[in-house]
């Protein structure tokens, strides 16, 4: 048995997730934002919700028990096909929290790009490995929809925290305002909701659990101490 399938499901998944992103009025929408400069990070946070319910309903789609060997997500099948499409994830929302950060600091003075945040590989080998070490495809079906969401989310967050603490670090104080989303926030969300300032800005801010639709906005406008940043950066 050396008929290898991955590259048909791979090119399946892909195809479908493009035709979708390109019919996406969400998408269309937010990147029309970005492209004006209008753009804040809950709109990030909107874009990588529907980027990651995309590649979710692609997948959903095409890895079935039908397609897949015995009706399982082996570990070589699982690698390829979530390295390829969350590489992929994190390619499209990281561009878009890159422009979007980016716009923000020349808006508030700062002539400096957006950091793109680092690529979670950590998070995708946790993933391969839960859906690899179930024998029956049916039962961990689930962590290829709300979990795939909430990895793509984890780009945004990651992009907030790797640039606001960049910006702490060089002498300005970063303002983190997460809030809830009034009728779905848990008591762990409401819990973690808030306004903190850099440098007391808790890890938890940057966690989201599963269907959490919390948003965590960073401007960095709310954050110029005067003059500090145009000392730092001369
Ligand atoms: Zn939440």
Known sequence: MDNDIVPELLENIKKDFNKNMRKS???????????????SYSDANEYAIEIGEL???????FLTVDT??????????????????????????????????????????????????????????????RVSNEEVFEEIKWILKEPIVNFTQSIVDDSIKENAEFHSQ???????????????ACSWCK????????????????RRHDRCRCT???????????????????
Do not use: C
């Open 191 to 206: 819990e973690v909701a808030g306004v903190f300032k850099y440098p007391d800005v808790p890890e938890d801010v940057y």
């Open 68 to 129: 897949l060997p015995d009706g399982r997500m082996y570990y070589n099948i699982a690698e390829r096909i979530l390295n390829d499409t969350l590489n992929t994830n994190h390619a499209l929302v990281s561009a878009a929290t890159s422009e979007i950060q980016g716009k923000l600091n020349v808006k508030a003075g700062f002539q400096i790009k957006g950091i793109a945040p680092k690529l979670n590989q950590d998070r995708i080998d946790g993933l391969i490995e």
């Open 55 to 61: 590649l979710a309903k692609s997948f959903n789609r």
């Open 216 to 234: 965590v906005e960073y401007d960095p406008s709310d954050s110029k101490r005067q003059n500090v940043w145009t000392k730092e950066w001369r």
């Open 25 to 39: 009025s969400r998408l269309k929408a937010i990147s029309e934002l970005i492209k004006n400069g209008n753009a």
């Open 170 to 184: 060089s002498g300005l104080s970063p303002k983190i305002i997460r809030t809830v989303d009034g009728a779905n």
